[in-house]
């Protein structure tokens, strides 16, 4: 299956809030509420960050939501710090135990 | 703690043959399933496929079918991740990562290990 679409970047200033689409179709994002987000700093291993589209790992900020519309599922940055550059990838079960990654997003924080 | 530690960095020729691992710890091995994730040089995540070693039930991504083999060992809490003959597009970061079980909603990677850098020269 194809990957998830994603921009391939993203920017917002120091306390704003920022906004990553992740866009798949009915046979995985829109037909399961099982989208994951996973956070990744250079050299480093990806982080779980959002998980069954809105539910927050214990110790992450509240400052990452995540949401879902249709086929397009979202991951929003509020309050925006130094620290939240990195590469932010979507990820959706897309049925048969199968699963998909979006292509990523880098976020630079201005 | 959960921990995933990978083996170390690989440096191969093509038609080589390896073995990459992943030991887990500080959880029931075998009630987590364990994905195998790649990373190209400067590219995105790509789903490789996933393990259940409790019983060995392995389910691959299409485009990784046939081109790897994954593989557990419960007794050692150890999964593997295999190539019969390299190629230099093989050239990666490969993790693992533990996905909780189906019945608590457990669709997503929790924990990842540290990655494990091919390089495959041709």
């Known amino acids: 299956q194809s990957a998830l679409t994603q921009p391939p970047s993203a920017s917002g200033s120091p306390g704003q809030s920022v906004t990553i689409s992740c866009t798949g179709t009915s046979s995985d994002v829109g037909g399961y509420n099982y989208v994951s987000w996973y956070q990744q700093h250079p050299g480093k291993a990806p982080k779980l960050i959002i998980y069954?589209?809105?539910k927050r790992p214990s110790g992450v900020p509240d400052r990452f939501s995540g949401s879902k519309s249709g086929n397009t599922a979202s991951l929003t940055v509020s309050g925006l710090q130094a620290e939240d550059e990195a590469d932010y990838y979507c990820n959706s079960y897309a049925g048969s135990n199968n699963w998909v990654f979006g292509g990523g997003t880098k976020l630079t924080v201005l | 703690e959960v921990q995933l530690v990978q083996s170390g960095a690989e440096v191969k020729k093509s038609g080589e043959s390896l073995k990459i691992s992943c030991k887990g710890s500080g959880y029931s091995f075998t009630d987590y399933w364990i994905a195998w994730v790649r990373q190209m040089p400067g590219k995105g995540l790509e789903w490789m496929g996933i393990i259940y070693p409790s019983d060995s039930d392995t389910r691959y991504s299409p485009s990784f079918q046939g081109q790897v083999t994954i593989s557990a060992d419960k007794s050692i809490t150890t999964t593997y991740l295999q190539w019969s003959s390299l190629k230099a597009s093989d050239t990666a970061i490969y993790y693992c990562?533990?996905?909780?079980?189906?019945?608590?909603?457990?669709?997503?990677?929790?924990?990842w290990g540290q990655g494990t850098p091919v390089t495959v020269s041709s």
């Open positions: 069954g589209v809105s």
């Open positions: 990562a533990r996905k909780p079980p189906f019945a608590s909603s457990g669709y997503h990677l929790d924990y």
